[in-house]
């Protein structure tokens, strides 16, 4: 091996690779025959959902995904981590659910990528909770909304839930077939799971018979403690094939980003938490032509 080959495997090397594709672009990672559409699920606050959803969506896009985040989060932290516009009386998720305008008003392309989209939510959504109470079919708003939409010109919609098992994380439920979990290396990391997957089950059974949970990711990982490793044993001898291989480090780079209205993918590609959500995405686009476990 020479010099020249061994260095370029240094976590400068890496860095710096990491740092070109980001501002260039990558190679071209498989893409789905249909767009696949993907809930980011977890009625627990602080386990990464948003975090997830943005970086995941920007690793795509950055390697030929075409990518749609629908923001359902009435914190808008999706909106501001792609640096969508979305204060009050901005067109957002909330005049889709409440007053059936088409998405396709309201997605907005996300500055600095060719194929990257969201529909950004506002702080009106707060009060779509009880809005959508007396409606018919309320739980199927947005599902109405995306079959409407024409989804043939991209890959993959990223679907960002708050951390409640309310309406709108119902809304997201019924609207895709997917469900990936992010679940933290942290104590109670399992606590409430349960409720989550018994949701999905009610959903599937009686609203979408298609959903599933395909996907689920380790984040907030401290390898300095023995209980990091010990949850993640554990999630994996409990779920097998479908954790993602792939594990988010706890990561200061990747708390920073949103506060500079950028994923940790442009902010600071070559850190452990970019280069993390980068072998995820990976994972999950190689899994268009190749099911877990098979």
Known sequence: MSIREASADTPIARAAEAAVVARSGGDIWPRPSACRIITIANQKGGVGKTTTAVNLAASLAMHGGRVLVIDLDPQGNASTALDVDHHSGVPSVYNVLVEGQPLSA?????????????????????????????????????????????????????????????????????????????????????????????????????????????????????????????????????????????????????????????????YDPGSTGALAYLEAAKELARRNVQQPGS
Request: contains cysteine; charged residues 15%.
């Open 106 to 266: 309201v997605v907005r392309p996300v500055t600095g990528f060719q194929h990257l989209y969201c529909a950004p939510a506002a702080i009106d959504l707060a009060g779509a909770e009880i809005e959508l109470v007396p409606m018919v079919a309320r739980e199927s708003r947005l599902a109405r909304a995306l079959a409407s939409y024409d989804a043939a010109s991209l890959d993959y919609i990223l679907i960002d839930c708050p951390p409640s098992l309310g309406l709108l994380t119902v809304n997201a439920l019924v609207a895709a077939p997917e469900v990936l979990i992010p679940i933290q290396c942290e104590y109670y990391a399992l606590e409430g799971l349960e409720q989550l997957l018994r949701t999905v089950e009610l959903v599937r059974s009686h609203l979408n018979p298609p959903l599933s949970v395909t996907t689920i990711l380790l984040t907030m990982y401290d390898a300095r403690t023995r209980l990091a490793s010990q949850v993640a044993d554990e999630v994996r001898e409990h779920f097998g094939a479908v954790v993602l291989g792939a594990v988010v480090p706890r990561s200061v780079r990747v708390s920073e980003a949103p506060s500079y209205g950028q994923s940790v993918m442009t």
